[in-house]
């Protein structure tokens, strides 16, 4: 028997910066905390899950500088899996870049496709992101997959609002919305892990946008996120970007509006995300603060 002594690759030596930035909030012990990896081109997707475990937020976001001046490649990992777009690191990252570059334009190439974000900065100094979706779609819940849905959740059909039935909707990835009658309702949030995150990987969904609403523009909304190996996302980006469409193509809302989503507050980390949608305009607009989270 011989010993052999297998020397570590450069790469798997390497340790990159992880900024860490709260999205969504401006307090860092509120919002959807992310990672940022401002230049990861010399990392593997193997070595970025790793990453992205190791950190244990619900998404890391890793980029990669291109030729064109502001434009990099995006890639996000949550602690299992990649995912082809998250939300809220988009909005960490951006902001992340632009204390560092400056505010302005910025393009994000991810796996969903290109997703342009604009950072701007108000007269006291907070940046702000918004990114632009990219293409939208809603489809219809068959009863069979909402049933499923409500039974892993413990919620009865009889609780969820008539005037906002279930759907599919999509703008980067795929959720199931699913709208409750009552405040409480939404509050009171125990679901099978296991049995949920099997149905979710079935039907390709990264989480199911639970909601409830507080008036016409404004909504409260949790979003379980098992197929990541996170209980529960405390601010979703992308979920309120397919939500945004979803209560559009139901005609809940005009075609040019202006939506508040409060997310965390019942995780105790309270975030707030703001959703635009435009007459003409197919994308939906997503923005939020981000601040770095101290070590």
């Known amino acids: 028997m011989t010993n052999e002594t297998t020397e570590a690759t450069p790469e798997a030596s ?4 992880v ?3 709260a999205a969504f909030a401006a307090d860092p012990a509120g919002g959807n905390p992310a990672g940022v990896v401002l230049d990861a081109a010399a990392l593997s997707a193997g070595r970025m899950l790793a990453v992205a475990a190791e950190v244990g937020y619900s998404e890391t976001a890793f980029l990669s500088p291109t030729a064109t001046s502001r434009a990099y490649d995006v890639r ?13 690191a988009t909005v960490a990252a951006a902001v992340a870049l632009a204390e560092r570059v400056g505010p302005g334009q910025y ?5 969903a496709g290109e997703v342009p974000v604009a950072v701007d900065e108000d007269p006291a100094g907070v940046l702000r992101a918004t990114l632009t979706s990219v293409a939208p779609h809603t489809e219809p819940a068959e009863r069979g997959d909402v ?7 413990g919620w009865a059909a009889a609780e969820l609002d008539p005037a906002l039935p279930p759907r599919f909707a999509y703008a980067g990835v795929r959720h199931l919305v699913l709208v409750v009658a009552d405040r409480s309702r939404l509050a009171d949030l125990h679901y099978d892990f296991d049995g949920l995150a099997a149905y979710m990987t079935a039907r390709d969904l990264t989480t199911l946008q639970l909601a409830w609403r507080e008036d016409d523009r404004t909504f409260h909304v949790r979003d379980p996120f098992p197929v990541g190996g996170v209980v529960e ?3 979703t980006g992308a979920a309120a970007a397919a939500f945004g469409a979803y209560l559009r193509d139901l005609g809940a809302v005009p075609s040019a509006a202006v939506l508040t989503l409060h997310q965390g507050a019942d995780m105790g980390r309270p975030g707030v995300l703001r959703v635009e949608l435009r007459a003409g305009e197919e994308r939906v607009r997503v923005s939020g603060t981000a601040v770095p989270i101290p070590a």
């Open 14 to 17: 390497e340790v990159p910066e």
């Open 19 to 21: 900024l860490r930035y």
């Open 76 to 88: 996000y990992f949550s602690p299992l899996r990649e995912v082809p777009f998250c939300g809220h």
């Open 107 to 111: 393009v994000f190439g991810t796996l």
């Open 147 to 153: 049933d499923e849905a409500l039974a892993l959740l």
């Open 233 to 235: 996302d405390p601010a």
